[in-house]
């Protein structure tokens, strides 16, 4: 496979200084908590703390911290007991779960079945799994503190996999206080059940995020497995440090100030590798799909000519060369639902993968009525892995006669700005890029770029009923041949109304200090239990 080290050009000398403040200061903090305290740099810095409220992977890594689920998945791709185990009904209609014992919540309270209702009807709600999961339920309810009863309307065969996918959005586990909140607000405090417990008076969004041992958790006898099995924590402290800048953080790695780097960049991994102090490993082995997603609701990408134009004039090649420029660590791929897998197709991608569709480009926007409306690509600078295909694009979108608009940003500010349906010139936007773990986009329903709810779906809004439609028929399908039929029509249709632009696959390489061990690997990596730290 492939991964993710991304290169780029050095860092002003002001980043760096300012990046070397921030180190400073979060290193500066006292230690609170007794004992093995381990210290990371995270992918992006953490702002948004409601893991249903967004599909962002740092948030969905907080959610791993500080909440549990009721199953989860293990390495076999297997879905496992977690917080309850389940049985299933002869005629597939009624799933039964029971909610193991010594279960609660950080604040003490029992865990019960009405929390982890509210907790689920929370993230179907906005979960591209979760909303076709509650097409298929006929009710859910808590039928005592202990018993989750979900009924279907007719057999569904994806009602563990999805309660238990270990990506964004995961189906975490909170109070029904919390879980009442509306899916668009915001949560207004952080208690799960999970093995650790955030620490919201040291929380300095930018600086720092802090997570302490839950000593009152009780961890499954099972050993851990990608997000299933025991969760036991080694060590009594974590702290999330923000860096922006790669070579500060890399600096930090290599001195012993700090333990962990989630991506560490393509350029310097000869130098990390040669260092016999650390350990260098890509965890998550399935990769990553990189995109590009366009606002489906306002000019000029709300007209369908106007997205083919685009699509037209982008290949992947080019994104992946200046976001990796690694042929170890990236994959050409065309396929919406991730290559080398059963539902891998290359219908309608010819152009991405060829980088031959400039010429008609051209002409398709000279066609398309496009009236020079200026493209607003939001370009975080701030995420190694986020910062190439922005200026990528918007390179090749003008050389085929888009006026854009390019605004540099950070990726928290991307991650809430997206949310937003306001025109451009109010604040909206017009185009982002993000990246899908494997496990995320590896069939049509997990795969919530694909959705066409419109104003429902996922950020961009795009609507396209024949999508939905054949999304029902793929679940329905009795053959995996069915499938991968009804997938590659998907596809098809995807790439016609350009639903969004697969821009290619890659890995990402994290590094750690040997003074730790028991990192584990999976699709929804770093996770912090099982690590310990020798002083």
């Keep these: 496979m492939f991964h993710f080290m991304r290169r780029g050009p050095r860092a002003f000398a002001s980043t760096i200084a300012l990046s070397v403040v921030a180190l400073s200061t979060a290193l500066a903090t006292p230690v609170l908590a007794a004992g093995k305290t381990l210290t990371a740099v995270m992918h992006s810095d953490l702002r948004i703390i409601d893991p249903i409220f967004t599909t962002a992977y740092i948030t969905r890594d907080h959610g791993y911290m500080v909440y549990d689920t009721l199953v989860a998945t293990d390495s076999n791709f297997k879905v496992q007991p977690q917080m ?3 049985k299933i009904s002869d005629d597939k209609l009624t799933y039964t779960f029971t909610l193991r014992d010594g279960l609660k919540w950080h604040d003490g309270t029992p865990v019960t079945a009405e929390d982890c209702v509210a907790s689920l009807k929370r993230w179907a709600a906005v979960d591209g799994m979760g909303q076709k999961l509650m097409d298929f339920t ?3 309810e ?15 065969g994806l009602v563990l996999d999805s309660i238990g996918k270990p990506s964004s959005r995961v189906a975490f586990m909170m109070p029904k206080r919390l879980a009442e909140t509306p899916p668009d607000k915001q949560i207004p405090e952080q208690i799960g059940s999970g093995p650790f417990k955030f620490v919201q008076g040291e929380f300095q969004p930018g600086v720092k995020a802090v997570y302490v041992k839950n000593t009152d958790y009780v961890p499954r006898k099972e050993p851990a497995s990608w997000t299933s099995g025991g969760k036991v924590v080694k060590v009594d402290r974590v702290e999330w440090l923000t860096m922006p800048d790669s070579q500060t ?40 799909q990189t995109l590009g997603r366009m606002n489906f609701l306002h000019p000029p990408f709300d007209n369908v000519k106007v997205r ?7 290949n992947q090649k080019d994104v992946l060369d200046a976001l990796v420029g690694n042929p170890k660590y990236q994959k050409i791929c065309g396929a919406f639902f991730v290559c080398d897998t059963p539902l891998a197709t290359d219908v309608g991608s010819e152009t991405l993968v060829k980088g031959n569709g400039m010429a008609e480009a051209k002409k398709a926007l000279a066609e398309s009525g496009y009236d020079g409306t200026p493209i607003v690509i939001m370009a975080p600078g701030d995420v190694t892995t986020l910062k190439a295909q922005p200026i990528v694009a918007a390179q090749l979108l003008r050389e085929a006669g888009f006026k854009v608009d390019l605004q540099a940003t950070d990726w928290q500010t991307v991650v809430s700005r997206r949310a937003s349906q306001k025109p451009p010139k109010e604040g909206g936007w017009n185009m982002f890029f993000t990246n899908w773990v494997a496990a995320d986009v590896s069939n049509p329903i997990a795969n919530l770029s694909i959705s066409g709810l419109g104003k429902k779906g996922w950020f961009g809004w795009a609507e396209d009923a024949k999508i939905e439609q054949l999304k029902d028929a793929f679940v329905r399908a ?3 041949d069915e499938q991968k039929k009804i997938a590659a029509d998907i596809q098809k249709q995807a790439y016609e109304q350009v639903i969004y632009i697969p821009l290619g696959q890659y890995l990402i390489a994290s590094g750690w200090r040997k003074s730790l061990n028991g990192v584990l690997d999976g699709p929804a990596t770093p996770v912090f239990w099982n690590v310990d730290k020798s002083e």
């Design 84 to 86: 309850a185990d389940w």
């Design 138 to 140: 006929a009710s859910i």
């Design 142 to 156: 808590a039928t005592d503190a202990k018993t989750i009863t979900l009924k279907l309307k007719e057999p569904y």
């Design 249 to 288: 953080a890399v600096n930090a790695l290599q001195s012993g100030d700090i333990d962990f780097m989630e991506n560490l960049p393509f350029d310097m991994l000869p130098v990390l590798e040669a260092n016999k102090e650390l350990k260098i490993e890509v965890l998550n082995k399935f990769g990553f």
């Design 308 to 314: 083919r134009a685009a699509l037209l004039a982008i």
């Design 478 to 480: 009795a053959s995996v």
